[in-house]
């Protein structure tokens, strides 16, 4: 009865836990969005087909064994090397920065496909000699993630360059590189950010970051967002205002309420129990993802599917941070439960791979 | 795997750091961005309350409001500014030089509130712009209240007018801290009635609390206080009186008080020229503006309180008054009149207005033909300490009291040691002493100074302050406010006055009407009531010794001012009136007439008995 049961999940290779909390995730996405996008129709119809959108991508990404991705990952790799390229010379510019790439009948970001490929093509790398990497292994890998991260970064899109980094990052970490290296790395990092300060960084990079520390310096101009913001997540208490009655989301004092700053719409509404029903989701999700690396059976499956997790958090804590005023206001959307097609389907992309790697593991064990 | 247990823990502590940033936000701070969202989200919109109505004594409203409407525009809103205004230019009739006040006007309003643009739209063009409306979305229509005077010219130098809030008003608000009263209001009392009532008028601003969104668009109300009107005014002024005299001075530079010697009211107060305030309510132009201004005829001076003049021999019986009470002369001394007095121990000869003297006068008979010769004599003997001390106490050389006194009135000049040595840096000669008692040389005083001195004549020393306003129609003040009840005040010295002395004055001023030799017999003849007056002649022009006054020898300008001082009737008066008519001559033939007409108005209701004009004959004495 029991072998039964957990083959049918098998069979379709779907964890049964992580699909749950993603699917109240996204109902409590589509429930917030309702408010957010000031009950529009139209909006909704949108975001119930790039859900429908994810869910199947994420079946069909589950069906593949994580054999697959590993033979296939560098040509990915190089596919999305070739896609941001083109972006940067002739990508559609949106809102002063170019970041999609129309291709007649769809619109996507390369940036998002960055994010799948990178960690992919890492975790293949490292996995090809042996964890923990050797040191000139390990060099090479900070190659292979720094090109796309520097590319996504001159378009420009720092939150998403951040996150590329990152997610390549997490992988070596997972595939356990010596604590002396991390430390000499943060030390790097840490020399290197005056560097990016300086010279990398748009004035408008600089000035976001300089209005995180300060935003009454510019209540009307750069600083507007984060104290609207702030005072819709502040002004929500612990109950919140109520759905569709958050005045600041509204009555539209706050900005791109329905993408990177749904977080505060759900803060001021749902207020701050709302905000913890949130953060346990995702807290589920991710110790769901994280127990899922630590039974997966090879060496790759089990960095890719903790990095592919953590990174998952990391998105969660960027966006959550730059719109509660600790962190600089950088674009990135809150996984899940922010509007946007490309984001999300490359998110229940990467949820698919994390699925493969748990439900082909039996497989994989009846075939050795 | 201890890499995945280090991560998750690492999940746990940034979790842990969100979870402290939100309790601060939501639970700690809570209440600070509570006020701060409800602030972004609710705007309070002040709706400027109506001004009071100000009524005639018998409810003829006299200062009303219409509604105007007018173009409106939030610029702050508008990229293409100059482009609508471009295009708004033949819709309705747009002027460069409205587009250039509403530039100027712009800095004075807060930022993304709306601008006046354009006042007064006529209704073509209410039509014409509702048409276009959809090509200019944020120009719109407003109804505003409008100050209105329908009287136009006849009341302006007593309810004056409002005009736009200027910045010299809105510091005075501000210090005064009334400026929030202000919020929406665009005009404020500038002169008269209605600037000196202004906070009475005025009334208090409502609200509506509105929310808006983050374009300040709005999105519904949420409350509404309404406005409370300002109160009412009933002025003392009759307005029928007003007009009748208005029309009688018409053409003259002339000024004319009425007072109701019961009670101060004053029943009419007629500057001639006058202007007309409805071109002040929406900002005169500068061209309307200048030729007030230059008018040689001074249409904007209001005479009847800032009109200096000599106030001749009207002051003759209160002369008499102090020169008895002093003991300078009794009921019963006689002075001989040759025709001049000469000042003793010096050849310095003042003459009479009769070359050849009245003879033997009395005190009464000084009144009644207004010898001149008895007054320098008295005022001789009872010197200009005394004389100006008892004739301060009649209201000369100080401000009348009158509700409107504080910013408008002058207090002319009551001469004395002090006044010449200040004004002057001169000592006082006894020859300055000898004109005052005919009420010339540095003596001036102004047409309210001279009705106000009357009634405390009439009232035997009483004095009854002279104001305008009768009451106000309380509404939301609780009780309104009477100025009939006012306090009255009582000099010391004018009531240890002899009773009889006040009698020898009054009976000298019936006799001016009706005695053989009476100065203004011939106006006053034929009267169906019984009055008294005083005339007077001030003299503009100094004539030579020898010289003989002839007024069609002598430019106009530099003509006698003709004055007359009366009341009526003579038992139970209700009207006391001065009379000033600049350059006009005899003030028994020309101010009589016109005194007669205004006591013959108001004591029979019309005008029905006519004057002779051909016995008034031109320098027939004063």
Redesign the interface.
């Known amino acids: 009865m029991k072998e039964k049961k957990v083959s049918f999940w098998t069979k379709i290779h779907i964890d049964p836990l992580f699909l749950l909390f993603t699917l109240i995730l996204l109902a409590y996405s589509a429930y917030i969005m309702w408010s957010a996008s000031g009950q529009d129709p139209a909006m909704m119809q949108r975001k119930t087909i790039q859900i429908m959108l994810g869910l199947f991508v994420m079946l069909l990404m589950a069906q593949f064994p994580p054999r697959f991705y590993e033979q296939w990952a560098p040509y990915l790799y190089i596919v999305c090397l070739i896609l941001l390229v083109l972006v940067d010379v002739m990508g559609h510019t949106s809102k002063g920065a170019q970041r999609w790439l129309n291709l007649g009948f769809i619109r996507f970001q390369p940036s998002e496909i960055a994010k799948i490929a990178v960690p992919l093509m890492v975790a293949r790398f490292i996995n090809r000699d042996g964890c923990p990497p050797s040191f000139k292994n390990t060099l090479l890998t900070l190659i292979i993630i720094a090109i796309p991260t520097l590319l996504v970064a001159m378009q420009p899109d720092l939150g998403t360059s951040i996150l590329i980094a990152a997610s390549g990052l997490f992988i070596i970490f997972l595939a356990g590189i010596s604590w002396r290296l991390i430390t000499t790395a943060c030390i790097l990092v840490a020399s290197f950010v005056p560097i990016m300060w300086f010279f990398l960084m748009h004035d408008y990079q600089r000035e976001r970051v300089n209005t995180l520390f300060n935003p009454e310096l510019d209540p009307l101009g750069k600083g507007y967002h984060i104290i609207q913001s702030k005072t819709a997540i502040g002004s929500g208490g612990i109950w919140g205002k109520g759905w569709l009655e958050g005045t600041q989301s509204q009555l539209e004092f706050l900005p791109e309420r329905h993408t990177d700053f749904i977080f505060s719409v759900i803060a001021e509404e749902f207020g701050f129990i709302g905000a913890i029903v949130l953060l346990t989701l995702f807290l589920c999700l991710i110790s769901r993802g994280l127990i899922i690396a630590a039974q997966a059976q090879t060496a790759f499956g089990r960095i890719l599917a903790g990095g592919l997790t953590l990174i998952f958090f990391i998105y969660v804590f960027i966006n959550i941070g730059m719109v509660s005023g600790i962190l600089p206001v950088v674009g990135v959307p809150l996984p899940l439960i922010s509007y946007g097609g490309s984001s999300l389907i490359a998110l229940m992309a990467s949820f698919g791979i994390i699925m493969s790697i748990h439900t082909h593991k039996r497989m994989l064990s009846k075939n050795i | ?1 201890r ?3 280090i ?2 823990l690492g ?1 746990i502590v ?2 842990v ?3 402290i ?3 601060h ?3 700690t ?2 209440s ?3 006020t ?3 602030e ?2 609710i705007k309070v919109i002040p709706i400027p309350p109506n001004r009071g109505i100000i009524y005639d004594r018998n409810g003829i409203p006299l200062a009303i409001n219409n509604t105007v409407y007018q173009l409106e525009i939030i610029p702050d809103r508008i990229k293409n500014l100059n482009e609508q205004l471009a295009e708004l230019k033949t819709i309705v009739d747009l002027t460069d030089e409205e587009i250039d006040n509403f530039q100027k006007e712009r800095r004075n309003y807060p930022a993304s509130s709306s601008v006046p643009l354009k006042y007064k739209l006529t209704e073509k063009q209410i039509a014409r712009f509702v048409v276009n409306q959809y090509r200019f979305p944020f120009i719109s229509i407003a109804g505003k209240q409008h100050r209105y005077y329908p009287y136009a010219t006849t009341l302006t130098h007593v309810l004056g007018y409002v005009s736009k809030i200027n910045d010299r008003d809105k510091a005075r608000l501000i210090e005064e801290r009334k400026i929030k009263d202000y919020i929406g209001t665009s005009n404020i009392g500038k002169l008269g009635i209605e600037r000196y009532y202004e906070d009475i008028l005025h009334g208090i601003p409502g609200y509506q609390e509105v ?5 300040s668009r709005i ?1 519904r109300q949420l409350d509404e206080s309404p406005p409370k009107v300002g109160e009412d005014i009933y002025l003392t002024i009759d307005l029928k009186l007003q007009q009748y005299i208005e029309r009688l001075l018409a053409g003259k530079r002339a000024a004319v008080v009425a007072i109701n010697p019961n009670n101060g009211e004053v029943l009419a107060m007629v500057s001639s020229p006058s202007y007309d305030p409805n071109l002040f309510v929406d900002g005169i132009s500068a061209k309307e503006y200048n030729a007030l201004l230059s008018d040689p005829d001074k249409p904007l001076f209001n005479r009847t309180i800032q009109g200096t003049y000599p106030p001749a021999s009207t002051v003759k019986p209160f002369i008499a008054i102090a020169a008895l009470s002093e003991g300078v002369i009794t009921t019963d001394t006689v002075f001989n009149d040759n025709g001049y007095w000469q000042l003793p121990n010096t050849d310095k000869r003042y003459r009479d207005w009769l070359r050849w003297g009245h003879g033997r006068v009395d005190v009464t008979r000084s009144l009644e033909s207004s010898v001149d010769t008895f007054y320098y004599r008295v005022a001789y003997d009872l010197g200009i300490d005394r004389l100006s001390k008892w004739m301060t106490q009649f209201g000369f050389g100080e401000r009348t009291g009158i509700d409107i006194s504080s910013t408008e009135e002058n207090r002319a000049i009551m001469p004395n040691r002090e006044w010449k040595q200040q004004r002057y840096k001169q000592a006082w000669l006894q020859g300055d002493t000898i004109p005052v008692g005919i009420g010339q040389g540095y003596w001036t005083a102004t047409p309210l100074q001279m009705a106000k001195a009357l009634t405390i004549l009439i009232n035997d020393g009483q004095t009854k302050t002279p104001h305008l306003l009768m009451n106000t129609r309380s509404t939301h003040f609780g009780e309104g406010l009477s100025l009939n009840d006012l306090p009255q005040t009582m000099s010391p010295l004018l009531l240890s006055v002899k009773e009889k002395y006040w009698d020898v004055a009054k009976n000298g001023m019936f006799k001016v009407l009706y005695g053989s030799q009476g100065t203004a017999r011939r106006i006053f003849a034929n009267m169906p009531y019984r009055a008294a007056g005083k005339s007077g002649t001030a003299q503009v022009y100094g004539l030579k010794m020898d010289e003989v006054y002839n007024a069609k020898n002598i430019p106009e300008h530099l003509r006698d001012h003709a004055l007359f001082i009366a009341f009526a009737p003579y038992d139970k008066p209700n009207i006391a009136i001065s009379v000033v008519i600049e350059n006009g001559g005899s003030g028994s033939s020309n101010g009589g007439a016109v005194a007669r007409r205004i006591l013959d108005f108001y004591e029979l209701g019309d005008a029905s008995i006519q004057i002779d004009e051909s016995i008034l004959k031109m320098r027939q004495g004063d």
Not at chain 2, 211 to 215: C, L
């Open positions: 795997m890499r995945a247990l991560a998750f999940v940034l979790i750091i969100l979870l940033t939100l309790t936000l939501q639970i701070r809570y600070y961005y509570s701060r969202s409800n972004n989200r929310e808006v969104d983050s374009r999105v």
